[in-house]
Structures are given as structure tokens and as C-alpha cells.
């Protein structure tokens, strides 16, 4: 258990755009920061952080919360696990009582098999710098590849020893399940038997964006015909390889802070790279490059090089990743490196200068990259010549935004000198037959860039719910100004000369809470809301009972659930903030000048909407019992009713 001492420290520690940062590339907007949502494939920001109110709130699926909600949605953390994350990354210590044995096999599994992966690691690195074996066969090797010693413990390089079980008897011995280890693909179990997956392999461990271990990748260093040169973890629980990029924990901050991602193909051209001085970099771990890749990206920065060594045959059949990245809405640039060279290589044999002119200079935009390779192959036959068209411009077809497409097409006829024309008729035919596809043996008539009409019926129109409306204001109202001191203007109910109710208005002062707490007991209302009911009841006490509310401290005290609909009633209205309208010299009236006026409104615009509640209620009582109408419900009608009109006077409002 963690103390909630250390808890508090955390909280009061860690910044939500800081720690939200480092997964989700943000941008300034007014007082708050926006960013493409970490959990939907969006291309217009709705992720909006906001740093005052120390929460955040995504308008693509509904998702919001505190920092620490940030983490177990997006990395699938315990709670205990953010926190000890968020200690890690602001160098707290926290306290804790240590896991017994007995206490790791009940942890539930998920949790297991990032234990179980964690202490590899670390019996991996042990083995690499602590003993003979390590040091004669895997150190050496590291260093043969022109790694330091710096380098080795960033990236947490280690070795696994050639021996059968060596790993898998240190781990049951540390007290870890053979379950576990079988799961994470450490340990191969055959009957009674048991093998070490990695024996005689160097070792580079997998880290999500988060660097909790997730796998390996292991390197065989004899040659073996029968054995793979690299081996990476099986799929589990906690490794999808489609998911997963190698380096992007440590290459996070970098992209966002260049814009720009390099991607690159094995394991040792992305540290070369870092070693060398760019640090932007991430691989595929030579997987094929998935689309869940790629949108790990795009969180980061719209815009990705693709680095190719010099072998064309390798090049041709990673022409079908930039494909993807062009679905994605991203921009491609490539790459490549003279022949006989590639990443890890070119870039141990350069200074971080002489690399970083190289990849500036030679980094062509996709549609010159892919025109040059293809345009060798066609040279001087004009069937081939052709199908190197219609491949350049069925790649132009995957781009989503109309304007690049366009602007590739010109580039394009340029390039393979060849008419807009033809170009466009062939982007359109490409376009017919991906309409005619989505529309199950439609006509798909249609002409390039046309807009298609949606001829399905429009949605009914929501009824709006008005008492949820107000309570929700209600609520926001005490977050964000309950232990404000405010004048209030009263109205009192008094009859005048004539015996008429008037309201005659009194002036107070009195603290934001109180105010509204009083006005919605005198008049017996009650919240029609559940969540809401709850969140105003703790709300209340909480400002009763402390003399310094702040809202991040109370949005980190209450549960997950109350704590997401918080973060929900906060954020809807920053989502329609006014930002710099300054610089145009008008000067909007801003909510906290007004906050007495806008309390009363609030209340008032409530009682008049349960007023009206209420007379619809007679109104169908009597209605229902026209033979027997009661002259006390009329009376009551009447006395609401002009209530009603009494109070839509001061709003300002004509009924």
C-alpha cells in the first residue's frame, strides 16, 4: 500500500500537461492546450488540457479526469501504478510496504507479467555487466557495434547466458511463476521440461511509451542456420508487436519537440542514431509497419521520414508502409543512404553534423522518392511506364486532404511528364471504384472530387434537458467559485398597498456556496440528477468544512467516477473558451466578474423551470378529473403562476 502522504506529494507534484506531454503533442490554446486525441483516430484536435484546473478532457470519446486518470486510461496502469509512475518521472520517493512472495502471486495477471518482464530486464543487465560470460561475449559485442557504455544503459541492453535454463531457475528461485514466465515467452515449457527462449542472445528490451517493459528482441551472435538471427517475444497480454515501436519511450519528447519522426527498421539503428545526437528516431523492430504504429506516431507529430538503406529490393517492398502513413492524413518524407550503408552504420562513420546535413539534404518528399525508384525500373518501357503512374497516383488516392492530393498530382505530372489531365481521370476512376466499393454495387458515378450528398434521413432533434442543464451549472458554479465572497441582491416576496406579491430586492454579502445551498433549501428543491445530487452534497461539506478549497486538491480526493464527471462539467466550457480576442480590442465580459449575477440567474432560471413543473402538473391533474376540479389547485395555479411571471420580470426574460 502506498501511503496517501506520498499520494498527496504526487498530486501536488506532478503537472497534467507535463506528464500528458509526453504522449500527446500539445499546442497553446488560450490559457489551455489542445492536441489529437491518444484514444480515437481523429484528425482535428478535441484532447483539450487545462493546466489551472490541472485535468484534461477528450470530446472524441468522452474520456476525462485528473492526471492520474490520464495514465490508467491510457497505459492501462493500476492506480497504485500512475502513482509510482508520476513518482518516478518527479524523482519522489514514496513509501510503501514491501510485496511479500505470497502477496506477487495474487497480484492480478496483467500486473504479473510486467513484474515478471521488469525483473528480466534487470537479470539481463546484471548477467551482461556482472559476469565473465556477459562481459566476454554480449559487452563485447556492444562495443564492437561502437555502443558505449552510456549508450548500453540507456536502452538497458543485457544478455541472456548460453545455457539452457540459467534464467528461468533465477526467476522461480526469486519467487516468479512458471505461468508468468511461460505467458511473457521467457520460459518455453515442454512437459516437465523448461527452456530459456533467449539463451545465447544479446538483449534489447521493448518499452511502451510509458517504459514499462513490455518484451524483447534478442540477437543470436554464432552462426546458427537452424536458429533466427533475431528473436523477438511472443504475443501476450502486454505485447502486441502491430502496437508497439521500438525507442518511441525514449524518442517521445524529441518528436514532439522537432515535429518530426524518423523511422528505421532494426534495433541498432535506432540507437546509433541516439548515440550519434538525433534522438527523434523509432523502429518497426522489422516487423511490417502497422497502422496502429503509425497513429503512435501521429499522436507525437504529423510528419514522419522513413529511412532506407541502400538495397532497392528492400526499398520497393517498404514503398507499401508509406501507403499507411498517407491514410493517416501524415506527411512522408524519404530517405536513403548510399549503397552498401544503412542507419546504424552511416551513422556510427558521422558526427551528429555531418548526419543531420545528410538527412536534410536527402530527404525527399514521397512522391519524388517513390517516382525516382519506380521510374528506373519503367525506363524505356511504356507499359511499365503506366503502371508506374497509376501506383504513383493510387498512393495520391489514399491522401485524405483534397488540396495535397492536388498539389501531388501537379508534381507528379511534372515529374513523369505526363498531363494533369490524364492524371486527375485516373484518380478519379480510382475514387469511383473505392465508391462503388463502400456502396455494396452503387452507381459510384461520380466525378473526381464531387461532393456526395448524404441522403439518409436527418437524426431527430434531442430534447433538451433543462433541469440537467442548470444543475450541471449549479455544480460547476460551486467548483470553480464556492468559496468566492459575493454581494447578493435578494428578492423578498412582499405584498404591496393593493395586497399584490411584489419582489423587493436585498442587499448581502455571503459566500458563493452558502448562497446557493440556502436559496435551493429554502425553496425545497432537489437535485433530479443522481451524480449530481452526490457531487453537490460532497461539494457542500467540503467548503463547509475547509477554509482554502482548491479544485485540484478536491478533484484528486473523490472517486474515479465523480472525478470524471467533474473533469466532464469543467472542461464543456473551456471547449468554447474565447482565446485573443484582446488583439482585436474586444473585451468580452469575463464569468468571474460576474459571478453574483450569474449564481442568481442560475437559481432563479431553476425555480422558474420547476414553477412551470409544477403548474403542468395541475394543469394535467385537473385535466384528468374535469368533473371534480379542486378550487385549492386552481388557487394554486394562479399563485405560481404569477410567482412564475414575478421572476421571469427580474431575468429579464418576456413570457
Do not use: W
Given at each position: 500500500m502506498i501511503s496517501q502522504a506520498s499520494i498527496d506529494l504526487v498530486f501536488e507534484t506532478a503537472r497534467v500537461e507535463e506528464v500528458i506531454g509526453d504522449f500527446v503533442q500539445l499546442k497553446k490554446a488560450g490559457s489551455n492546450f489542445k492536441g489529437l486525441s491518444p484514444f480515437s483516430d481523429e484528425r482535428s484536435p478535441s484532447f483539450m488540457v487545462s493546466p489551472v484546473k490541472q485535468i484534461w478532457k477528450d470530446f472524441s470519446t468522452g474520456k476525462g479526469g485528473t492526471v492520474v486518470s490520464f495514465l490508467m486510461e491510457h497505459e492501462h496502469f493500476t492506480y497504485p501504478e500512475a502513482i509510482k509512475y508520476l513518482a518516478k518521472k518527479y524523482n519522489l520517493e514514496i513509501e510503501e510496504t514491501e510485496q511479500s512472495n505470497e502477496q506477487k502471486e495474487k497480484a492480478n495477471e496483467k500486473e504479473s507479467l510486467y513484474l515478471v518482464s521488469e525483473f528480466a530486464s534487470s537479470y539481463f543487465k546484471n548477467i551482461l555487466h556482472k559476469t565473465d560470460q556477459g562481459k566476454s561475449i554480449g559487452l563485447s559485442y556492444f562495443k564492437e557495434r561502437g555502443f558505449t557504455e552510456e549508450t548500453i544503459k540507456k536502452f538497458d541492453l543485457g544478455y541472456s547466458l548460453d545455457e539452457w535454463q540459467a534464467f528461468t531457475d533465477e526467476a522461480l528461485k526469486q519467487g516468479y511463476n512458471i505461468d508468468y514466465l511461460e505467458k511473457t515467452g521467457l520460459t518455453i515449457v515442454k512437459g516437465e521440461k523448461r527452456f530459456d527462449r533467449f539463451k545465447g542472445r544479446v538483449m534489447f528490451p521493448i518499452k511502451s511509451m510509458s517504459g514499462r517493459i513490455l518484451g524483447f528482441g534478442g540477437r543470436i551472435l554464432i552462426n546458427d542456420k537452424k536458429a533466427a538471427k533475431y528473436l523477438n517475444s511472443p504475443e501476450s497480454d502486454i505485447y502486441h508487436k502491430s502496437n508497439v515501436l521500438y525507442g518511441i519511450y525514449d524518442a517521445k519528447q524529441s518528436i514532439a519537440k522537432e515535429d518530426n519522426c524518423y523511422l528505421v527498421e532494426g534495433y541498432t539503428d535506432v540507437i546509433q542514431f541516439v548515440q550519434t545526437g538525433v534522438t527523434n528516431v523509432v523502429s518497426s523492430s522489422g516487423t511490417a509497419l502497422t497502422s496502429e504504429q503509425i497513429?503512435?506516431?501521429?499522436?507525437?507529430?504529423?510528419?514522419?521520414?522513413?529511412?532506407?538503406?541502400?538495397?532497392?529490393?528492400?526499398?520497393?517492398?517498404?514503398?507499401?508502409?508509406?501507403?499507411?502513413?498517407?491514410?493517416?492524413?501524415?506527411?512522408?518524407?524519404?530517405?536513403?543512404?548510399?549503397?552498401?550503408?544503412?542507419?546504424?552504420?552511416?551513422?556510427?562513420?558521422?558526427?551528429?553534423?555531418?548526419?543531420?546535413?545528410?538527412?536534410?539534404?536527402?530527404?525527399?518528399?514521397?512522391?519524388?522518392?517513390?517516382?525516382?525508384?519506380?521510374?528506373?525500373?519503367?525506363?524505356?518501357?511504356?507499359?511499365?511506364?503506366?503502371?508506374?503512374?497509376?501506383?504513383?497516383?493510387?498512393?495520391?488516392?489514399?491522401?485524405?486532404?483534397?488540396?495535397?492530393?492536388?498539389?501531388?498530382?501537379?508534381?507528379?505530372?511534372?515529374?513523369?511528364?505526363?498531363?494533369?489531365?490524364?492524371?486527375?481521370?485516373?484518380?478519379?476512376?480510382?475514387?469511383?471504384?473505392?465508391?462503388?466499393?463502400?456502396?455494396?454495387?452503387?452507381?459510384?458515378?461520380?466525378?473526381?472530387?464531387?461532393?456526395?450528398?448524404?441522403?439518409?434521413?436527418?437524426?431527430?432533434?434531442?430534447?433538451?434537458?433543462?433541469?440537467?442543464?442548470?444543475?450541471?451549472?449549479?455544480?460547476?458554479?460551486?467548483?470553480?467559485?464556492?468559496?468566492?465572497?459575493?454581494?447578493?441582491?435578494?428578492?423578498?416576496?412582499?405584498?404591496?398597498?393593493?395586497?399584490?406579491?411584489?419582489?423587493?430586492?436585498?442587499?448581502?454579502?455571503?459566500?458563493?456556496?452558502?448562497?446557493?445551498?440556502?436559496?435551493?433549501?429554502?425553496?425545497?428543491?432537489?437535485f433530479g440528477n443522481p451524480q449530481f445530487k452526490t457531487i453537490y452534497y460532497t461539494l457542500i461539506e467540503t467548503l463547509n468544512q475547509s477554509e482554502n478549497f482548491e479544485l485540484k486538491n478536491f478533484i484528486n480526493t473523490v472517486d474515479p467516477d465523480m472525478g470524471y464527471e467533474i473533469s466532464n462539467i469543467l472542461m464543456e466550457d473551456e471547449r468554447y473558451s474565447l482565446d485573443n480576442w484582446q488583439r482585436m480590442d474586444i473585451f468580452p465580459k469575463e464569468k468571474q466578474h460576474s459571478v453574483a449575477q450569474l449564481v442568481s440567474e442560475t437559481i432563479l432560471n431553476l425555480r422558474c423551470f420547476l414553477i412551470d413543473q409544477k403548474v403542468k402538473q395541475f394543469q394535467q391533474e385537473t385535466l384528468e378529473n374535469k368533473a371534480n376540479v379542486n378550487k385549492n389547485i386552481l388557487e394554486e395555479v394562479k399563485d405560481y403562476s404569477g410567482l412564475k411571471m414575478l421572476l421571469s420580470r427580474k431575468l429579464n426574460r418576456v413570457l
Open positions: 497513429r503512435l506516431i501521429n499522436r507525437l507529430t504529423k510528419n514522419i521520414t522513413v529511412l532506407f538503406d541502400g538495397d532497392a529490393a528492400g526499398m520497393r517492398a517498404s514503398l507499401r508502409g508509406i501507403d499507411l502513413i498517407l491514410e493517416q492524413g501524415m506527411n512522408v518524407k524519404v530517405c536513403t543512404f548510399p549503397e552498401g550503408e544503412d542507419p546504424d552504420s552511416f551513422a556510427r562513420q558521422n558526427t551528429f553534423e555531418e548526419l543531420k546535413d545528410y538527412l536534410e539534404n536527402n530527404s525527399k518528399d514521397f512522391i519524388q522518392f517513390k517516382a525516382s525508384v519506380l521510374f528506373e525500373e519503367s525506363k524505356n518501357d511504356p507499359i511499365k511506364k503506366a503502371e508506374t503512374v497509376r501506383d504513383i497516383v493510387n498512393s495520391i488516392a489514399k491522401i485524405p486532404d483534397q488540396i495535397k492530393k492536388e498539389i501531388y498530382i501537379q508534381e507528379c505530372a511534372r515529374i513523369m511528364d505526363i498531363s494533369e489531365d490524364v492524371l486527375f481521370s485516373t484518380l478519379a476512376q480510382i475514387n469511383n471504384k473505392d465508391l462503388k466499393d463502400d456502396k455494396k454495387g452503387g452507381k459510384g458515378d461520380y466525378k473526381a472530387f464531387d461532393v456526395i450528398k448524404n441522403k439518409q434521413q436527418p437524426a431527430q432533434v434531442k430534447k433538451v434537458d433543462v433541469q440537467y442543464l442548470l444543475e450541471r451549472k449549479i455544480i460547476e458554479i460551486l467548483l470553480l467559485y464556492g468559496n468566492k465572497t459575493e454581494e447578493f441582491e435578494d428578492l423578498v416576496l412582499k405584498e404591496n398597498d393593493k395586497g399584490d406579491l411584489e419582489l423587493e430586492p436585498v442587499i448581502h454579502q455571503a459566500k458563493v456556496f452558502e448562497k446557493i445551498y440556502l436559496d435551493l433549501q429554502d425553496d425545497e428543491m432537489q
